[in-house]
Nanobody, 124 residues
Framework: QEPLVGSGGGSVQAGGSLRLSCAASGFSSAVLAWSCQGPGKEREGVGAINRGRSSTIIANSVKDRFIISQNNAKTTVYLQMNSLKFEDTGMYCC???????????????????WGQGTQVNVSS
């Protein structure tokens, strides 16, 4: 069983919206994040959140369109994806740093745990 389970992906037309969810109940890592790997591309960080402070970072390429957040109970991390573009297509995975690391970053090597991915397909 994966410690993190991503869901909420699907197929949507350009300009549409999706909300991805990462179930993290019982998962103690301070920082959770979303990454994306598009067709023929390397994995890229999308956003990250410190679950205690709710401090967040978001990639420059999507900062005007995407929001990373969590529910009040801090059991689920969301990636709200608005104004989707074709280039947003990819496999989105939730991930987590080791428990002692509390600063959200896009440094891939700092993330130890990877959850079930969810596919996002954006059509024009």
């Amino acid at each position: 069983q994966e410690p993190l389970v991503g869901s909420g992906g699907g197929s949507v037309q350009a300009g549409g919206s999706l909300r991805l969810s990462c179930a993290a109940s019982g998962f103690s890592s301070a920082v959770l994040a979303w990454s994306c790997q598009g067709p023929g591309k390397e994995r890229e960080g999308v956003g990250a959140i410190n679950r205690g402070r709710s401090s967040t970072i978001i990639a420059n390429s999507v900062k005007d369109r995407f929001i990373i957040s969590q529910n009040n109970a801090k059991t689920t991390v969301y990636l709200q994806m608005n104004s989707l573009k074709f280039e947003d297509t990819g496999m989105y995975c939730c991930e987590a740093k080791s428990g002692a690391m509390g600063v959200p970053t896009f440094t891939a090597t700092e993330y130890t745990y990877w959850g079930q991915g969810t596919q996002v397909n954006v059509s024009s």
